[in-house]
């Protein structure tokens, strides 16, 4: 039973590039959450979404950002003309249900580095 | 705004002590609490949920308390292990049904042999 998967596990993007990040989730776990980990700081959540709907994105930057979860496939975060301050690891999250009481369970991360 | 503060300082004790990393949260009424583990360069590991009607619960050798008055969570770790060194986190989850987390800034324990 593959736990979530994240890849690339490490990604390095120049100045104005676009990243995407993919996580596929737990087998039978439609609901994915995206948070974002800077350096010396806590995990900030981005995004909530099921299976092709976005359900909170309240922690999403406003702008060069977006996610998605297809119907059929893993999910993706997009990072479109990136700068420095993008680096960080990028956690991946789902869960079986969104009750309040579903325990998320985390891939290993992409650590994103912008030169 | 809301505030979640976990002790910055690493914790440091001995071989078989009991740690106690603290979790202190402002301005927030959490629905339920959950404490992680996370490993340098890994996904952090859930550990224990408790909910906003639970005083404490345990799990082996991991005991969390949870005081809605105070708004402070403790987390205990009794006869400490070399291999307990890690980061800790404690997050957050409201009344929404989001399952939205918000995250401490985490607490580094070391257990020394």
């Known amino acids: 039973n593959a736990g979530v998967m994240q890849n690339p596990r490490h990604l390095v993007r120049r100045r104005g590039q676009e990243a995407r990040l993919r996580c596929s989730p737990m087998k039978g776990h439609s609901h994915v959450y995206w948070y974002r980990q800077l350096p010396e700081e806590g995990l900030k959540f981005m995004v909530y979404?099921?299976?092709?709907?976005?359900?909170?994105e309240s922690g999403m930057p406003k702008e060069r950002f977006s996610a998605e979860f297809p119907k059929e496939g893993p999910s993706i975060l997009r990072i479109q003309q990136v700068v420095r301050g993008d680096s960080a690891a990028y956690f991946c999250a789902s869960s079986p249900g969104r009750g309040l009481t579903d325990t998320q369970y985390f891939g290993p991360g992409t650590r994103l580095t912008v030169l | 705004s809301q505030k979640i503060e976990q002790n910055s300082e690493a914790l440091n004790i001995q071989e078989g002590k009991t740690a106690t990393l603290t979790c202190n949260y402002t301005?927030?009424?959490?629905?339920?609490l959950q404490w992680y583990r996370q490993d340098p360069g890994r996904g952090p590991v859930f550990l224990l949920l408790?909910?906003?009607?639970?005083k404490e619960k345990r799990k082996e050798r991991l005991k969390v308390t949870f005081d809605t008055t105070l708004k402070q969570s403790l987390f205990h770790i009794t006869a400490s292990q070399p291999a307990d060194s890690a980061t800790y986190l404690c997050?957050?989850?409201?009344?929404?049904?989001?399952?939205?987390?918000?995250f401490g800034q985490g607490t580094t324990l070391q257990v020394k042999p």
């Open positions: 997050a957050l989850a409201g009344s929404s049904n989001t399952g939205k987390l918000i």
């Open positions: 979404l099921q299976k092709e709907n976005i359900i909170d």
């Open positions: 301005n927030y009424s959490p629905a339920y």
């Open positions: 408790i909910r906003e009607n639970e």
